[in-house]
């Protein structure tokens, strides 16, 4: 049983280190989804007078809360 507990020490450490990087990683990538997301509705937005700024806070709140972000971004741009 001795022997195992260096691996089993090495095995929660790798799996630390790997529940960090992936929580870092899902919100850059949702980040970069909101963005897109947020140039889209800019694209449609400009025949119509209306602009978001993309700004990296935009882009998170689109990328964490997703359709539901877009509408309240768009509804603090309309009334805010």
């Known amino acids: 049983m001795e022997a195992f507990l260096p691996y089993l020490a090495g ?11 992936s929580l870092s990683f899902k919100l850059v990538w949702n980040a970069l989804v909101g963005g897109i997301v947020l140039w889209c509705v800019d694209l449609v937005g400009a025949a119509f007078g209306f ?11 689109v990328g964490f809360f997703g359709v539901p972000g877009v509408v309240a971004l768009a509804f603090w741009k309309m009334f805010g």
Request: aromatic residues 10%; without cysteine.
């Open 11 to 21: 095995l929660a450490v790798l799996l630390l280190i790997v529940t960090l990087f």
């Open 51 to 61: 602009h978001i700024e993309i700004t990296f806070v935009n882009a998170l709140i």
